[in-house]
């Protein structure tokens, strides 16, 4: 015998008028979560996909070089190219010159090698009147660049589509006449020392909150309301005060007539003549950074030992436990949520500050966001800019990789 088919009030199968009124809740859930999903695309992933794709993109020269990069491929990289290359790069560069469109090429070699830009500027006014022939001749004659075989083999190392040398740059590495690693001159080594700096800075600020916030958090957790409350709004006052006057005033306060110097002096610390340098260098980052970056630690502390009971300090002092036994193992362990939570997002706030450092840092106080904003803005190198930022997010991930895997995310809580 058949099952009685059962029907909704508008004379539709139920199984029928159920999967449609599931469907319409579907297609509803995702035109809620589309705005949000589009403003994701737009501003988070589409800037992020671009500039992992800036970072190894060298099509510009291969294309602008073709026949000279052809040429290049017998070339064994020791002595100076023979005549077909300089040929070639006649057969390339002559119609740049004629049209004027060399400016790019000119900017882009130039990161791959100081001097390139002055020489091929100098070539590019004479090569016009160049004579059929006997290239290599005129092109040494034109700038001494071309006598330097370093500088064919910077062309010759930008010949892929895709290369990975911004990450080699980045990391002071590079690459010789054969292709292979090669660290680059003890002088040019740079972005090592800003990478180590850059961790150093985050990793210290990270802890110089949590020293200052602790007992901060605590004092916060256990005040009466009233009181808590207003000291509340003295954790919070510095997010309702713009990030560049906070740091400017640091500025005021730091530098060698400033009232932190006059001070020190006050107590004897220091001669009026031999004050100590606390402005633009790595003591005014720390001490700024600290600052600002203060109430990321407190927030999350707070929210954690605000729920745990006083009855629990109470049950451990009446066991036998010591006030300092008692906290450190009860109270302590229930706030590790909390510092777990307010260390990262310090430490990942920390590694990619960058107004502070600029301003209060100086050269020596520097960190590799600044180097970034430099490459962006002045020097132009948007590749080398990427592929730094590129970097410094894989460098974040890891961290965040390593934390979960020693700790455990499920762990932190921010309330």
């Given at each position: 015998m058949s099952q009685e088919q059962i029907l909704s009030s508008d004379g539709i199968p139920l199984e029928q008028s159920l999967k449609k009124a599931e469907r319409k809740n579907k297609i509803r859930a995702t035109l809620l979560v589309a705005p949000l999903f589009v403003f994701l695309l737009i501003t988070f992933v589409f800037p992020i996909g671009d500039m992992l794709f800036r970072s190894v993109d060298d099509r510009m020269i291969t294309q602008t070089l073709p026949n000279t990069f052809k040429a290049l491929e017998k070339w064994d990289g020791d002595s100076l190219p023979d005549?077909?290359?300089?040929?070639?790069?006649?057969?390339?560069?002559?119609?740049?010159?004629?049209?004027?469109?060399?400016?790019?090429?000119?900017q882009r070699l130039n990161y791959e090698k100081s001097g390139f830009s002055s020489g091929l500027k100098s070539t590019n006014r004479k090569i016009i009147d160049f004579e059929q022939g006997n290239y290599k001749e005129q092109f040494m004659k034109a700038h001494k660049i071309w006598k330097d075989p370093e500088y064919w083999v910077a062309i010759k190392n930008t010949a892929p589509n895709f290369s990975y040398a911004k990450y080699l740059k980045g990391l002071d590495l590079d690459l010789d006449n054969y292709g292979k690693i090669v660290q680059v001159e003890e002088d040019r080594r740079i972005h090592k020392i800003l990478w180590m700096r850059t961790l150093k800075v985050a990793f210290w600020v990270t802890v110089f909150c949590f020293i200052l916030a602790y007992p901060i958090s605590h004092l916060l957790a256990t005040l009466p309301i009233k009181y808590s409350n207003l000291l509340m709004i003295c954790v919070l006052l510095p997010f309702w005060t713009s990030l560049l006057v906070r740091t400017s005033s640091w500025m005021v306060l730091l530098q060698q007539q400033g009232p932190v110097n006059d001070f020190i002096v006050w107590l004897g610390l220091a001669s009026d003549d031999n004050r100590p340098e606390l402005m633009y260098n790595v003591i005014g980052t720390f001490v700024a950074m600290t600052q600002i970056l203060l109430p990321f630690m407190v927030l999350p502390l707070y929210s954690v030992m605000k729920t745990i009971s006083p009855s629990l300090i109470r049950a451990g002092k009446s066991l036998g436990g010591t006030p300092l036994i008692s906290f450190y193992k009860i109270y302590f362990p229930l706030t590790i949520p909390g510092i777990g939570a307010g260390c990262l997002l310090v430490f990942i706030l920390a590694i990619g500050y960058y107004i502070t450092p600029a301003l209060v840092g100086g050269a020596s106080g520097s960190l590799i966001s600044n180097t970034i904003a430099y490459h962006m803005k002045s020097?132009?190198?948007?590749?080398f800019a990427s592929a730094l930022g590129t970097m410094l997010l894989v460098g974040v991930l890891v961290i965040y990789w390593i934390y979960n895997k020693l700790v455990g995310i499920d762990n932190i809580k921010l309330g």
């Open positions: 005549e077909e290359v300089y040929e070639a790069f006649y057969k390339d560069f002559h119609p740049l010159a004629v049209n004027k469109e060399a400016g790019k090429l000119f020097s132009l190198d948007w590749a």
